[in-house]
C-alpha cells in the first residue's frame, strides 16, 4: 500500500513557474516507478512525465517537452515536477501515480499500469 499526497498548485498567469510535489508513504520508494498526470475539465487523463525507479530513465508529452522537468529524491520520498513558461492550456488537476507491479521498458505511461494516485492539485493558468 502506498499513500501519495500531491502539493504545489496553484493559480500564475502565462509564463509563471510552479513546483509540484508529490510525497509518499507506506513503502520503500525506490520500488516503484513514478509518474505525473493531468486532467482537464471534460478530457481524459493524460500522462505528463513518467520516471523511473532510479531515475534513469524519463519520459515526457511532447505538449510539455522543453518546459516540464520530472525528479525525484528517494531519501526523502518525494518527486517533484518543476513546471515553466506555463500556458493556459496547462491547466487541470494535476495527479501523480505510484507503479509498483510494471518492471518492463525504461518507464511507464500508461495509466492503467498505475497502482495509487493521490487526491490531485489543481493547476490554473490564466492570460
Known amino acids: 500500500q502506498v499513500r501519495l499526497v500531491e502539493s504545489g498548485g496553484g493559480s500564475v498567469q502565462s509564463g509563471g513557474s510552479l513546483r509540484l510535489s508529490c510525497a509518499a508513504s507506506?513503502?520503500?520508494?525506490?520500488?516503484?516507478?513514478m509518474g505525473w498526470f493531468r486532467q482537464a475539465p471534460g478530457k481524459e487523463r493524460e500522462v505528463v512525465a513518467a520516471?523511473?525507479?532510479?531515475?534513469?530513465?524519463?519520459y515526457y508529452a511532447d505538449s510539455v517537452k522543453g518546459r516540464f522537468t520530472i525528479s525525484r529524491d528517494n531519501a526523502k520520498n518525494t518527486m517533484y515536477l518543476q513546471i515553466n513558461s506555463l500556458k493556459p492550456e496547462d491547466t487541470a488537476v494535476y495527479y501523480c501515480?505510484?507503479?509498483?507491479?510494471?518492471?518492463?521498458?525504461?518507464?511507464?505511461?500508461?495509466?492503467?499500469?498505475?497502482?495509487?494516485w493521490g487526491q490531485g492539485t489543481q493547476v490554473t493558468v490564466s492570460s
Open positions: 507506506g513503502r520503500a520508494f525506490i520500488n516503484y516507478a
Open positions: 501515480g505510484a507503479d509498483l507491479t510494471t518492471w518492463s521498458g525504461p518507464v511507464t505511461t500508461n495509466p492503467s499500469n498505475y497502482d495509487y
Open positions: 520516471i523511473s525507479r532510479s531515475s534513469s530513465s524519463t
